[in-house]
T-cell receptor, first 113, second 113 residues
Framework: NAGVTQTPKFQVLKTGQSMTLQCAQD?????MYWYRQDPGMGLRLIYY???????DKGEVPNGYNVSRLNKREFSLRLESAAPSQTSVYFC????????????FGPGTRLLVL | GDSVTQMEGPVTLSEEAFLTINCTYT??????LFWYVQYPGEGLQLLLK?????DKGSNKGFEATYRKETTSFHLEKGSVQVSDSAVYFC????????????FGQGTILTVHP
């Protein structure tokens, strides 16, 4: 099992550009999550998907959209990137029988100029 | 709402020293508690967890006990190694926020030979 995979690993954008961060898991997990990590602030939840076909806002959803494409894939889109969105983005998933326990991908480092 | 507070870092120790990283929480309901570790350039890995009061989670020589009376989940290790240098995150999940994790700000640990 590859676990949780994310692409790309690193991306540089100019202000106003758009991009989609991809996440996939091969563990047959129901729930998936997107977090951002900023220095001194831990991880903050952007959006989550409790199951295929559902998505909900987390703590910091402004400026982002998500798509739960199928059970395996959960993408995060920045429609018009801003320097404040410079961060490291992590995707995670959790199994149906152990809801709070999450397993993380390696992260995408995003720099918005 | 739920919150997690970790001791301020960074923490610098010599090899074989005793480690304690303090973590306290505020939550409604009966959450599960977690410690995650992040090695340089990598994603978060689950280190240990406890799902109810007085449970002790342990892994790789690290341990933490879920103390409901003091709302704490302090991480300890009797003898640290250079390879333990990483960022450690305390988190809570479940309870009234089923499936979602709330993270502390992280504690940087550096171990010198």
């Amino acid at each position: 099992n590859a676990g949780v995979t994310q692409t790309p690993k690193f991306q540089v954008l100019k202000t106003g550009q758009s991009m989609t961060l991809q996440c996939a898991q091969d563990m047959n997990h129901n729930s998936m999550y997107w977090y951002r990590q900023d220095p001194g602030m831990g991880l903050r939840l952007i959006y989550y998907s409790a199951s295929e076909g559902t998505t909900d806002k987390g703590e910091v959803p402004n400026g982002y959209n998500v798509s739960r494409l199928n059970k395996r894939e959960f993408s995060l889109r920045l429609e018009s990137a801003a320097p404040s969105q410079t961060s490291v983005y992590f995707c995670a998933s959790s199994p149906p029988d152990d809801g709070p326990t999450q397993y993380f991908g390696p992260g995408t480092r995003l720099l918005v100029l | 709402g739920d919150s997690v507070t970790q001791m301020e870092g960074p923490v610098t120790l010599s090899e074989e020293a005793f480690l304690t990283i303090n973590c306290t929480y505020t939550a409604t309901g009966y959450p599960s508690l977690f410690w995650y570790v992040q090695y340089p350039g990598e994603g978060l890995q689950l280190l240990l967890k406890a799902t109810k009061a007085d449970d002790k989670g342990s892994n790789k020589g690290f341990e933490a006990t879920y103390r409901k009376e003091t709302t704490s989940f302090h991480l300890e290790k009797g003898s640290v190694q250079v390879s333990d240098s990483a960022v450690y995150f305390c988190a809570l999940g479940g309870g009234t926020s089923y499936g979602k994790l709330t993270f502390g700000q992280g504690t940087i640990l550096t171990v010198h030979p």
